[in-house]
DNA sequence: TGTCTCATGTAAGGGGTTACATGATTCC
DNA sequence: GGAATCATGTAACCCCTTACATGAGACA
């Protein structure tokens, strides 16, 4: 999964600039890329070179000159042959399962305390991505259709932060009913 | 997170060689890597270079030559601090969530076509979580804290995809009830 | 005065991936 | 005869990350 789909999807919304999805990218969640320059502008130049994308030159007073993307009929035709194309497996890292694998080298306290740490940082995680408001409203407004996916994608990971809080109290529990250690 | 933590966690269970280690990396499903030659050698050669673990060499009939590895009192002493160490965010890669955000492109038999096939795919990998015999009975037998721990990481899996396949049964109803398209 | 935003791009380095290389034994 | 397992290692490549570079205006 290439992110010059992504880029390909977000300007079938909407013709914008690199800076403009670079922070869109880079704010979303469910983007699993960081949206650094090098990604952007370089899959830029290579959507133009393709001709799945067209730019705009757009001088300005008081800010830098900048180049306003839009999306091809190519491009359009690309997007949807990748949106149909084979979905590739999720990829779950979980950094605390490999700490928790070992965790045979630790007293209860210590293990009590590195499982305390990671809900609080889960429960971090659930209020930011609750209580972001993302300046891509434009985005999730249009048809229903859009709407309802743009939630749904929302939801998926609401959820998935809150399983893994319920998993957390389940394994805090289970750890404190062990007698021997 | 480097995989040398992981390495070293793996040889304070029981000493192995790189080959035995690679296997258990792959077979893997909590852990992050995918266990390549180049990993594994790599990160032994530099985890023997910090006198972490030391390797014995042991020749075979009918079998190549193979380096056992075996940790350190030093390695023992760094895995522990990793341990207890700050534990990195978990990333969450769902290709799928990428190619819902843009399904204003499809019209309603293709979403449908495209929600049922991540469906099956889902199914097939929580399946395949749950019918996997590990070989790596030996890392989850010794204690009942480790028995505990590692049935909860298998558990973080399999709740994992379950909550998916509810998600997606969830997105179908949804989209099933949007009357214009 | 220093930092942030806007805006595009380049350079260096690190980590990961696949493929190559060897060679005996076992299984179909 | 061909593929898979055991076993260790190297080489080439790709992608991604951080940092550098420029420069004006706004804000504290």
Known sequence: MSINYAILGLLSYKSMSGYDLKKIIQDSEFMPWSGNNNQIYKALTELHRQGLVTNEVLFQESSPTKKIYTITKEGLAALKEWILSPVENSEIKKPFLVHLAFAGQLDRNELNDLIDRYERQVEIQ?????????????????????????????????????????????LRNAVANIQKY
């Not at 930011?128 to 939630?151: A, C, I, P, R």
């Open 126 to 170: 659930l209020l930011m991505s609750q209580n972001y408001k993302q300046n891509t409203d434009f985005l999730s407004g249009s048809t229903e259709l859009e709407k309802t996916v743009w939630s749904f994608i929302k939801a998926n990971i609401r959820r998935t932060y809150e399983m893994e809080l319920n998993w957390i109290k389940d």
